[in-house]
């Protein structure tokens, strides 16, 4: 499956952000699917997951209670929406998708990845 993330851009502290994630090639619905970012310097880490069905999902600590993921298998996208957004918010965000109905939270467990967008958070 390939992926296409968009939506990234600058914001200031407090501000809000939709990154959506296109995704073409595959059955989309078979895709757990899930949020990654990288900071300069840093280690690609995990933000949100959501399964299959959509009916179940997982945050970092980081993110939890300001930033919401959701799937719409009709459109076969994925979407993070990112609120009360922080400076250590910025980072380039990257969509990624692994078959089967279960959460991921390690880069090393996506099968694939769509190319990054930069979110940057300005205090």
């Known amino acids: 499956v390939q992926l296409q993330a968009s939506g990234g851009g600058w914001v200031q502290t407090g501000g809000s952000l939709r990154l959506s994630c296109a995704a073409s090639?595959?059955?989309?619905?078979?895709?757990?699917m899930g949020w990654f970012r990288q900071a300069p310097g840093k280690e690609r880490e995990f933000v949100a997951s959501?399964?299959?069905?959509?009916?179940?999902?997982i945050y970092a600590e980081a993110v939890k209670g300001r930033f919401t993921i959701s799937r719409d298998n009709a459109k076969n996208t994925v979407d993070l929406q990112m609120n009360s957004l922080k400076p250590e918010d910025t980072a380039e965000y990257f969509c990624?998708?692994?078959?089967?109905?279960?959460?991921?939270?390690?880069?090393?467990?996506?099968?694939?990845w769509g190319q990054g967008t930069l979110v940057t958070v300005s205090s």
């Open positions: 090639g595959g059955t989309f619905s078979m895709y757990t």
């Open positions: 959501i399964i299959t069905s959509g009916r179940s999902t």
């Open positions: 990624a998708a692994r078959r089967g109905s279960r959460w991921f939270t390690r880069p090393d467990e996506s099968e694939h």
